[in-house]
């Protein structure tokens, strides 16, 4: 399971360490992620109806990008609260729409641990490259960032760059 990394613009906090994965079902894939630290100074949206809704990143929010062969990507983002989003781009923040999935997620909460998955029914290029990562909203008001890797400047999970992993976890660097 790789290791998100925080970026290095972000400062330390609750949080000690973040895992994700993600894993090929038929018909699409599951992401999983699991957060260690202080859970409890976490912002974590409360349970809402699980469906498609937009501005997810604004607070706690795990994310994945995938591309194929090209410019085209396509980004998903996972709620806590159960809602979620799926986007496809043409290229760099181009072209943005809605793209075609289904997604249902779970959570397990303990002291020290937050694990969450998210069951995405979509189609994936195979092969794939693909990028994990976590925007997490502590209770100090900071919103912190995390991912399988950063490009140079602010934090920007939609530069090629963290798209650097193969799709089954293995280093495409």
């Known amino acids: 399971m790789p290791s998100l ?7 330390p906090g609750a949080i000690t360490s973040i895992d994700a994965e ?6 699409g894939a599951i992401a999983t992620f699991k957060v260690r630290g202080e859970i409890a100074k976490l912002v974590i949206p409360p349970p809402a109806q699980p ?6 990143w604004r607070t706690t929010c795990f994310e ?3 591309t194929g062969d090209g410019t085209a990507y396509r980004e998903f983002n ?20 809605n ?11 303990t002291t020290n641990e937050f694990s969450f998955s998210a069951k995405i029914s979509a189609e994936f290029p195979n092969p794939a490259q693909i990028g994990l990562a976590a925007v997490i909203e502590e209770s100090d008001g900071v919103v912190r960032y995390w991912s399988t890797s ?3 400047g ?11 992993l193969l799709f089954d976890g293995v280093s495409a660097e």
Request: proline share 10%; charged share 25%; glycine share 8%.
């Open 5 to 11: 990394v925080r970026h290095p613009d972000t400062p």
């Open 22 to 27: 993600l894993d090929r079902l038929p018909g």
């Open 51 to 56: 469906s498609r809704t937009d501005g997810l």
């Open 64 to 66: 994945l990008f995938v």
């Open 78 to 97: 996972f709620s806590p609260s159960g809602q979620w989003a799926a986007y496809e781009f043409d290229g760099y923040r181009a072209g943005m729409r």
């Open 99 to 109: 793209a075609p999935a289904d997604i249902e997620t779970e959570i397990y909460q």
């Open 150 to 152: 950063f490009a140079p």
């Open 154 to 164: 602010k934090p920007d999970f939609h530069a090629a760059s963290v798209r650097s």
